[in-house]
T-cell receptor, first 107, second 113 residues
Framework: GDSVTQMEGPVTLSEEAFLTINCTYT??????LFWYVQYPGEGLQLLLK?????DKGSNKGFEATYRKETTSFHLEKGSVQVSDSAVYFC??????FGQGTELSVKP | DGGITQSPKYLFRKEGQNVTLSCEQNLNHDAMYWYRQDPGQGLRLIYYSQIVNDFQKGDIAEGYSVSREKKESFPLTVTSAQKNPTAFYLC????????????FGPGTRLTVL
C-alpha cells in the first residue's frame, strides 16, 4: 500500500542555518504531495504542495520538488528563523501522513 | 472567514463517560475527517466521510462513532469502549475525497480522568 517516510526528529538548528527534512513516498501512480506545518497546540496548516512530477512547491521561503526518479519530496529552507520551530508533516496518496519531524531553531 | 471550527479546545471527562467533539466547516467541502494525534506521533485516521449520510472507518475506529447528517457538521463521539481516549483530536475537510489537500481545525485536547 501507499506509504510516506520522513526523516525522524527532533532536528535542532541555529538561526539562519540551512534546513532539509527528507521525505520519500511509495504509491501507485504519482499522487499529489504535501507538506504541512503544526505549531504547538494547533491544527495542521498546508505549507506547500506539488501535484505532479517535477513540480516545485514553495511558500514562506520553504521549497520542495517532486522527484519521480527518487520518489522524494524533501523540504528545504535556506535560512531558518526561530519562528519556524514547529512539527512538519509530509503527506500524500490516500490520506497518508508521515510521522512528523520536530524542528527547533535556536537564536 | 471560511474555515473549520472545533469545540471545545480543552475537554475533561471522567472515565466511563461518552463525550462528543464538535467539528463544523463553512468551506462547502464534501469530505470530512477525524484524526487522533498522540504525543510525538503522527496522525491516525479514525473516521472519514465523503458525502452526507455516509462515512467509513479509518485505521483506529474502535471505540469511536460519528454521524454526518449535515454537510457542515461531522461530530465525533468517544465512547467508554475506547481504551485510551486521552489524546489530541483533529478534524479536517477537503473539497473532494481522499486525495486533495485538507484543511484542519485547531484541535480538541481530550483528557479522561
Amino acid at each position: 500500500g501507499d506509504s510516506v517516510t520522513q526523516m525522524e526528529g527532533p532536528v535542532t538548528l541555529s538561526e539562519e542555518a540551512f534546513l532539509t527534512i527528507n521525505c520519500t513516498y511509495t504509491a501507485t501512480g504519482y499522487p499529489s504531495l504535501f507538506w504541512y506545518v503544526q505549531y504547538p497546540g494547533e491544527g495542521l496548516q498546508l505549507l506547500l504542495k506539488a501535484t505532479k512530477a517535477d513540480d516545485k512547491g514553495s511558500n514562506k521561503g520553504f521549497e520542495a520538488t517532486y522527484r519521480k526518479e527518487t520518489t522524494s519530496f524533501h523540504l528545504e529552507k535556506g535560512s531558518v528563523q526561530v519562528s519556524d520551530s514547529a512539527v512538519y508533516f509530509c503527506a500524500g496518496g490516500k490520506l497518508i501522513f508521515g510521522q512528523g519531524t520536530e524542528l527547533s531553531v535556536k537564536p | 472567514d471560511g474555515g473549520i471550527t472545533q469545540s471545545p479546545k480543552y475537554l475533561f471527562r471522567k472515565e466511563g463517560q461518552n463525550v462528543t467533539l464538535s467539528c463544523e466547516q463553512n468551506l462547502n467541502h464534501d469530505a470530512m475527517y477525524w484524526y487522533r494525534q498522540d504525543p510525538g506521533q503522527g496522525l491516525r485516521l479514525i473516521y472519514y466521510s465523503q458525502i452526507v449520510n455516509d462515512f467509513q472507518k479509518g485505521d483506529i475506529a474502535e471505540g469511536y462513532s460519528v454521524s454526518r447528517e449535515k454537510k457542515e457538521s461531522f461530530p465525533l463521539t468517544v465512547t467508554s469502549a475506547q481504551k485510551n481516549p486521552t489524546a489530541f483530536y483533529l478534524c479536517a475537510s477537503s473539497s473532494s475525497p481522499l486525495r486533495n489537500e485538507q484543511f484542519f481545525g485547531p484541535g480538541t485536547r481530550l483528557t479522561v480522568l
